[in-house]
């Protein structure tokens, strides 16, 4: 025959008391987020991590934007200079060419009392059979 035994109670469930975090309890105090929120709005102060992780992320965005902004002003800048001196080589390039011209140079020439000869240079011409073995 089976004996008699005490009921034993169904034990409750654990639950799990959700860790407060304590910059939020802090900030709450100090700043009052229930005041401003007020008491029955909780929505705010319990998804304040995540209103901060974007906050952050805006301020990142905003700030690479103006960065990427100040590189293409940078590039432009640089871009101009770069046309500019280009242009200037050109010109340098081509006035140094036109200088190297005997008419060019009879002109600057003629400035000391040098003159051109009248007479051309005379040619040497050696026959192939005056040359020596």
């Not at 959700?18 to 007020?38: A, Q, V």
């Not at 103006?66 to 590039?75: D, G, K, T």
């Not at 046309?83 to 140094?96: I, M, P």
């Amino acid at each position: 025959m089976a004996q008699n035994t005490y009921k034993s109670q169904p034990k409750a469930p654990v639950v799990k008391k959700k860790k407060e975090n304590w910059l939020l309890n802090y900030l709450n105090h100090t700043i009052g987020f229930e005041r401003l929120f007020g008491e029955d709005n909780a929505w705010p102060i319990k998804h304040f991590d995540r209103i901060m992780w974007i906050s952050f992320l805006l301020i990142f965005y905003i700030g690479f934007n103006h960065n990427a902004e100040r590189l293409v002003r940078n590039i432009q800048r640089v871009k101009a200079a770069v046309d500019e001196k280009r242009a200037k080589y050109t010109t340098l390039q081509a006035d140094f060419m036109k200088s190297g011209k005997q008419s060019e140079i009879s002109k600057q020439v003629l400035a000391t009392g040098l003159t051109e000869p009248v007479t051309p240079p005379l040619k040497i011409v050696v026959k192939p059979e005056e040359t020596r073995p």
